[in-house]
């Protein structure tokens, strides 16, 4: 198995994989919350670039082939490797947590109602079936419970976005080119206040 090739080929997967997630995403309400099952039944809807190939297999299962030589298996095939999301864990354990990494969206405890697992329907048999299962289920509780679900950010939220856009107004393009309204809350409050004193002193002068 060609390693670098493997390699490439998920680099490939996870960039559209973030693609495909972003603009999920994106078609959904602000205030939507999804947990990861269901945002993955949604970006596999969403067709692939023409251009994307199938995953690769990599050989997991060491077995003797020959005169002893080390050979593999293919491991199992993911759920769905004709898609960049080619399973759940791929989309839990690399794309979700790039999106959370850019503050694209968080995980938080939400409310939600539970849900009872369909019953069979099809043919005669499952109807009888889904009568038995729906006349035995005890009923829902009316109250919700909580989950853990996506969110998507508001950015202009964040305390650095709040801050960069009221330390804007008023501030002229000459004085902004002095420093002025920068977000300096990556330094130490020492260097902020020095930060600060210099930008005000060469706006000073700059009156002068």
Not at 35 to 63: C, I, M
Request: proline share 12%; glycine share 6%.
């Amino acid at each position: 198995m060609n390693v670098a090739k493997l390699a490439s080929q998920s680099s490939v997967a996870l960039n559209e994989g973030v693609a495909i997630v972003r603009k999920v995403i994106k078609a959904l309400p602000p205030s939507a919350s999804f947990t990861t099952s269901e945002l993955y039944q949604l970006a596999l809807k969403e067709s692939p670039s023409p251009g994307f190939k199938p995953f690769l297999r990599r050989g997991t299962r060491p077995t003797v082939h020959g005169i002893g030589l080390p050979s593999s298996k293919p491991g199992p095939k993911p759920p769905h490797p004709d898609h960049p999301i080619s399973s759940k864990t791929f989309l839990k354990r690399e794309i979700l947590p790039v999106l959370e990494g850019k503050r694209e969206i968080k995980l938080v405890a939400a409310p939600r109602l539970p849900s009872r697992p369909p019953a069979p329907q099809n043919g005669k048999q499952g109807k009888t079936a889904q009568k038995q299962a729906k006349n035995s289920a005890p009923p829902l509780p009316a109250s919700s419970v909580s989950a853990w679900v996506w969110k998507p950010v508001d950015k202009t939220a964040l305390p650095a976005a709040r801050k960069a856009s009221a330390g804007l107004d008023g501030i002229s393009a000459r004085e902004r080119a002095l420093g002025a309204g920068e977000d300096w809350s990556h330094l130490s409050k020492r260097r902020q206040r020095a930060r600060v004193r210099k930008v005000q002193m060469d706006i000073d002068k700059l009156s002068l």
